[in-house]
């Protein structure tokens, strides 16, 4: 029997879910403008820069510049943003349902597609490379809690070490409930979130520092390798909804749909030839994403999960060029087991 207080937590997650729908809706409607330079991935001449000749020659090292939701940066950062979402990988009810205290393991795995030359064309306003294909994967353990209400918590991080070139210091957090149910279908709702960053030499890597600075090679005139840090903020709400086949009870299709807001900020700490580059940038607008796949019930409690996941990404490449739509599609499987 679900109390008093259970129903006012019910009408309090439902309230939450669509305030946040109305909010991503108009934030993605209005992405907000910014300045057209900044730093080693934009181009402000507000004093204090270097005297080379190259596309380093005419910035600020240390100043702070908001990039458009569009421009080349903020794509990247949206675009990496984008493939730690804590979006539908919902594993299906064990056997014994929904259970207080219950406890769920999971390892998630996604594939990060490679990016082309052009993609990874994103520095000085799209102007210089920068290292984007540093791991072609995306890798985390995933725990679940059952909590009164029907209600789920959700906690999500990759471990912090330094591997395949980058090091990750994010964790991400949801909470969902089943908000209808019938015999075979199920409608549910999840509210999810990430604080962190990622660490990396992305401005100035190994292969760059190799080339004399200022040359094709190396145009943003790296002396030694870089530490960038990556800040990649969201908040974000979705539905999901699931079917069970009734001749196959063990296979549960699902597809869910969401809205998101992204707060992405890029600090460069990069020795290039007139000094240390500082320059942090930073930008925030809302995306919208979905995802299908299927979930397969190994035993009683272990599954595993494989889903599709896509959203649409918006970017102006140059400023004389249109605004097009570079998203990110790729593949997630998530292996989940029940304790209890």
Known sequence: MITLNSKRLIRFVWLVGLIGI?????????PGGGTPGGGTTGGGTTGGGTTGGGVTSVYDFHSTYHKGFDSPEAWGLKYFASTSLL????????????????????????????????????????????????????????????????????????????????????????LERPILEHNRWTLSWRGYGQLGSVKG????????????????????????????????????????????????????????????????????????????????????????????????LLTKRAAITIDAFYTPLFVQRSPNAPTTNDGLFNVRALLSYTFR
Request: hydrophobic fraction near 40%; glycine fraction near 12%.
């Open 22 to 30: 109305f909010t991503v809706a108009a934030t993605a409607q209005y």
């Open 87 to 174: 979006s539908g990988l919902q594993p299906p009810e064990s056997g014994e349902g929904h259970r207080v205290g219950s406890i769920t393991v999971g390892l998630e795995m996604g594939w990060l597609p490679t990016l082309d030359a052009g993609q990874r064309q994103i520095g000085f306003n799209g102007m210089a490379p920068e290292d984007l294909n540093q791991t072609p994967f995306f890798a985390r353990p995933i725990v679940r809690v059952g909590l009164p209400a029907k209600l789920t918590a959700i906690v999500a991080a990759p471990p912090p070490f330094h591997l395949l070139g980058v090091t990750s210091h994010l964790i991400a957090f949801g």
């Open 201 to 296: 030499a992305f401005t100035c890597p190994t292969s760059v520092v190799a080339f004399e600075p200022g040359s094709p090679n190396n145009p943003t005139e790296c002396v030694g390798k870089s530490a960038d840090v990556a800040t990649l903020r969201y908040a974000g709400t979705e539905f999901q909804f699931a079917y069970r086949i009734p001749s196959m009870p063990k296979v549960v299709p699902h597809v869910a749909a969401g809205g998101n807001f992204i707060a992405g900020a890029f600090q460069v700490h990069a020795p290039v030839e007139d000094g240390l580059d500082e320059t942090r940038l930073w930008t925030h607008g809302g995306t919208f994403s979905g995802s299908a796949g299927m979930s397969y």
